[in-house]
């Protein structure tokens, strides 16, 4: 079974780093938050290309969507 941290646990072994390993362990999440967000784009952009390629979409002008998001 996996060991399962608490997130105070996390915050507390962060804070028993030096400040440079803090900025560094920042920087690489962000980094890691920032693929994780250009893959699932990535993954909705190929899954609306092959519902319009199935005539499930259809292309609508940038005021129509306005209108039907807005009340």
Excluded: C, W
Aim: aromatic share 4%; charged share 30%.
């Amino acid at each position: 079974m996996a060991n399962v941290i608490s997130f105070h646990e996390i915050l507390d072994a962060v804070e028993r780093l030096p400040l440079d390993d803090q900025e560094s362990l920042i920087d690489l999440i962000r980094r890691r938050i920032a693929e994780y967000r250009r893959q699932e784009i990535a993954t909705q952009v190929s899954s609306a290309r092959e519902e319009y390629k199935n005539g499930k979409l259809t292309p609508e002008s940038p005021d129509d969507i306005m209108q039907s998001i807005l009340p």
